[in-house]
C-alpha cells in the first residue's frame, strides 16, 4: 500500500510577501507619515535658525552658531518676544483662575440657567477669530479704549477662558466623589477637604489648562492684530517680517519654544507614571 506524500507548498513570490507586510505594518506607515507631515515646518524652523542669512533668510547661505549666541541679535525680535511672554502670563493667570472657577461651578452644583452657560462656554472656541477680533476691536472703540497692552489682556482672558472650563470640568467629572467622603468621615471639614484632596487632584488638569492657555494666547496673531494698536508681539513680528525672510533669531526663539515645550510635556509624563508606579 502506497502511502500519499503532501507536495511541499509553494514558496510565496515576492510581491505576495511585500503585500503581507504591507498589510501589517499599515497604521504605523500611516503614523509615520503623519509625525513626518506634522515635524516638517518645525525641522525647517530648526534648520534655518542655524542659517548664516544676514538681512535675508529665505535661502540656505550657510552654517553659523552666532544666531544661538546672540537670540536678539534682529531688530525688535526680543521687546516683541517680551511682550507675548507678558501678555501670555498675565492672561494664563486671569484665564486660569476665573476658568477653574467657572468649571468648579458648572461641574459640582446645579442651578438655573446652568445648560445656557454650558452652551455659550463653547461660543468663543467657535467663533472665527476675524469676527471675534473685529467685534472686540469695535466694543474697545465704542468704550472709548484705545487698543494696546491692555485690550490684548482682555481679548485672550476671553477666549482662553473656554479652553482652560472645557479641560478642569473634563478633571472634575472624571474624579471619585468617594474620595472626598471618605475624608469628610474622618472628620475634615469642606474647606480641608478642598484643599488636600479635591485641589491636588484636580491640579493635573489645571495646569494642563494653563499650558494650553498660555500656548494660545503667546500664538495668537488674529485676534492680537486688531486690538493690539502698536503694540508688537511676537506672532506679529514673525509677520511683517515674512516678507523678506522670517530673520534666524526668530527661528532660534521659535525653536526654543518648542523645546521647552517638549521638556515640559516629557517631563510631566515621567512625573506621573512614577506617581502611578508608588
Request: aromatic share 12%; hydrophobic share 55%; proline share 5%.
Amino acid at each position: 500500500m502506497k502511502i500519499a506524500t503532501l507536495a511541499p507548498a509553494p514558496m510565496p513570490t515576492l510581491s505576495h510577501r511585500a503585500s503581507r507586510w504591507f498589510a501589517r505594518n499599515l497604521i504605523r506607515i500611516y503614523a509615520a507619515l503623519a509625525f513626518i507631515y506634522l515635524f516638517i515646518p518645525v525641522a525647517y524652523t530648526f534648520a534655518f535658525s542655524f542659517n548664516d542669512a544676514g538681512k535675508s533668510n529665505l535661502i540656505w547661505k550657510g552654517f553659523t552658531l552666532d544666531n544661538w549666541k546672540n537670540p536678539c541679535g534682529a531688530p525688535e525680535v526680543c521687546s516683541a518676544l517680551g511682550n507675548s511672554l507678558k501678555i501670555g502670563l498675565i492672561s494664563t493667570i486671569l484665564a486660569t483662575i476665573l476658568g477653574t472657577m467657572i468649571a468648579f461651578a458648572l461641574g459640582r452644583y446645579r442651578f438655573k440657567g446652568r445648560s445656557v452657560i454650558n452652551l455659550l462656554i463653547f461660543l468663543p472656541m467657535a467663533t472665527p477669530e476675524v469676527v471675534l477680533g473685529a467685534s472686540l476691536l469695535a466694543m474697545f472703540l465704542n468704550f472709548r479704549i484705545n487698543p494696546g497692552m491692555t485690550t490684548i489682556i482682555i481679548a485672550h482672558v476671553m477666549f482662553c477662558i473656554s479652553f482652560v472650563v472645557v479641560t478642569v470640568k473634563a478633571r472634575i467629572a472624571s474624579l471619585d466623589p468617594r474620595l472626598e467622603q471618605a475624608a469628610m468621615d474622618l472628620y475634615a471639614n469642606e474647606r480641608e477637604t478642598f484643599r488636600y484632596i479635591t485641589l491636588p487632584l484636580v491640579m493635573p488638569g489645571i495646569a494642563g489648562a494653563a499650558l494650553l492657555s498660555f500656548s494660545l494666547s503667546f500664538d495668537d496673531f488674529i485676534i492680537t492684530n486688531f486690538n493690539s494698536g502698536t503694540v508688537a508681539t511676537f506672532p506679529k513680528f514673525v509677520y511683517v517680517s515674512a516678507a523678506r525672510g522670517i530673520p534666524a533669531q526668530a527661528n532660534v526663539i521659535g525653536s526654543s519654544m518648542f523645546f521647552i515645550a517638549l521638556f515640559i510635556v516629557v517631563a510631566g509624563q515621567i512625573i506621573s507614571r512614577r506617581r502611578k508606579a508608588r
